[in-house]
């Protein structure tokens, strides 16, 4: 073959290579941008979807359960009167600035899910979050005997704690959380698949609380007789009940949560769950054990509420250890992030 043509035929193939492999670049520069592009649209509509989920008004509707009346008002304002009425405004400030976050976005949560057809939140603890407005809990305070200068204090705490923690909340996986909060926990806090529907609830699992030994009622008791027993069990239970005191058998813790509460109890011929018990019986906790003496059943119970989420004792406890209202937060609520929502 020709020489020349050999060099002809060689350029021609180096050529057509080289032009695959530009035209190879190419696509693929032009398939990285399209990938980009999706990206950057896909991570858009993601930001739009959080923004749409996490606007929240700056007034809501609440609803005085005594009279009825639907008030509209700032969710500051709103706020500062929750957070004294659940927690004690003596309360290291970080542990004020952490009730405050839980308190939001317990709120919003709230709303987010439509509890409540004619307002967003109550004033009825038992359904959403105590609540008295700035007049109530000064005069709440006036009788309590806190002198002018204590008041001022309090109120100058809770406005830091609302104030400095704006629009801040707790999430899990970009929703809301559930925050709930009780007193005392009585060392550990509980699950979520132990109460309320006995949902598992990743955030909600068991956690050591310390300090709970501040609390007054971290230690208490209901003392009954056998006929006291079976009359509240009665009036308050479809179950009938009746005790045969000589029998040994017949009141009996049956089985624990995974946090050491009381899951259920034997009592006469019915098993009662222990959530049940401490509202029939009036128990601070379900963390108790049972004495029967002659004629007396002995309830010792130690803790202060339902034990989901924060305990407000604990998170005290945590703020005088030097910790911030955010690692409160993060220890109680396992596995959640902090963050800012935005007002409409």
């Not at 008002?73 to 542990?95: H, R, T």
């Amino acid at each position: 073959m020709n020489k020349k043509l050999i060099v002809y035929y060689a350029v021609f193939c180096a050529l057509i290579v080289f032009i695959l492999l530009i035209s190879m670049f190419v696509i693929k520069k032009w398939e990285d941008k399209d990938k980009k592009d999706n990206e950057v649209k896909e991570e858009i509509e993601k930001v739009k979807e959080y923004e749409k989920k996490n606007k929240v008004p700056q007034n809501i509707r609440l609803k005085i359960t005594k009279t009825g009346e639907i008030v509209t008002m700032d969710i500051d304002e709103y706020l500062k009167g929750v957070v004294p009425s659940e927690m004690p405004p003596s309360y290291n400030m970080e542990a004020l600035k952490a009730q405050a976050v839980v308190a939001r976005t317990y709120t919003y949560e709230k709303m987010q899910n439509n509890s409540h057809k004619d307002c967003d939140v109550c004033d009825n603890f038992a359904c959403c979050q105590a609540y008295y407005n700035k007049e109530q809990i000064l005069n709440i305070w006036t009788g309590r005997k806190f002198d002018e200068n204590t008041r001022k204090e309090y109120w100058s705490k809770v406005e830091e704690a609302v104030d400095s923690t704006n629009n801040i909340v707790i999430t899990y996986k970009g929703d809301y959380i559930k925050a709930y909060f009780h007193a005392n926990s009585g060392g550990k806090t509980e699950s979520s698949t132990e109460i309320w529907g006995k949902q598992k609830i990743a955030y909600l699992i068991p956690v050591e609380s310390l300090g709970e030994e501040e609390h007054q009622y971290y230690k208490t008791e209901v003392i009954l007789t056998i006929d006291e027993l079976e009359q509240k069990l009665n009036k308050g239970s479809d179950k009938k009940c009746n005790i045969d005191i000589n029998n040994e058998d017949e009141i009996k813790i049956l089985s624990n949560t995974v946090s050491g509460r009381v899951r259920n109890v034997k009592i006469g011929n019915n098993i009662y769950e222990a959530t049940d018990l401490r509202t029939l019986l009036g128990l601070k906790s379900t963390n108790f054990t049972i004495d029967v003496n002659d004629n007396k059943v002995i309830f010792k119970v130690t803790g202060y509420g339902h034990g989901l989420g924060m305990s407000q004792t604990g998170s005290n406890y945590y703020a005088k250890q030097g910790w911030t209202y955010d690692q409160i937060i993060k220890h109680y609520y396992t596995g959640v992030d902090i963050t800012r929502a935005t007002q409409t």
